[in-house]
């Protein structure tokens, strides 16, 4: 199984920054597709970034993020990572990674097999 643990949430203030961490363990082959995902209370969860683990298509992001945030990966240390720049109080939510296996690398969540528990980003 694999295994996704996040950190480096936080609280900071409006025009911040903060790099999410997702430490990936277990048995990925590297051909699978990360997207770190969000979810505000009462809102429904949302990929903000997604890419494929052996690099070549482009990296997504969704227009909420696009110029603020940028997702990476150290492949030596298994870890993924989201630098969150500029930030705004509407950043505010539990931020997750997620990794997919199977063919389809969507944008729902649906298509994803295993999931961090998450990290809080409060943005005030």
């Known amino acids: 199984d694999v295994q996704l643990v996040e950190s480096g949430g936080g609280s900071v203030q409006a025009g911040g920054s903060l790099i999410l961490s997702c430490t990936v363990s277990g048995g990925t082959n590297g051909n699978d597709c990360v997207a770190w995902f969000r979810q505000a209370p009462g809102k429904e969860r949302e990929a903000v970034a997604r890419?494929?683990?052996?690099?070549?298509?482009?990296?997504y992001y969704s227009d909420s993020v696009r110029g603020r945030f940028t997702a990476s990966q150290d492949f030596v240390e298994n870890t993924i990572y989201l630098q969150m720049s500029n930030l705004k109080p509407e950043d505010s939510a539990m931020y997750y990674c997620a990794v997919a296996t199977g063919v389809v690398c969507g944008l729902e969540s649906h298509w994803y097999d295993y999931w961090g528990r998450g990290t809080q980003v409060t943005v005030s």
């Open positions: 890419f494929f683990r052996r690099g070549g298509d482009k990296t």
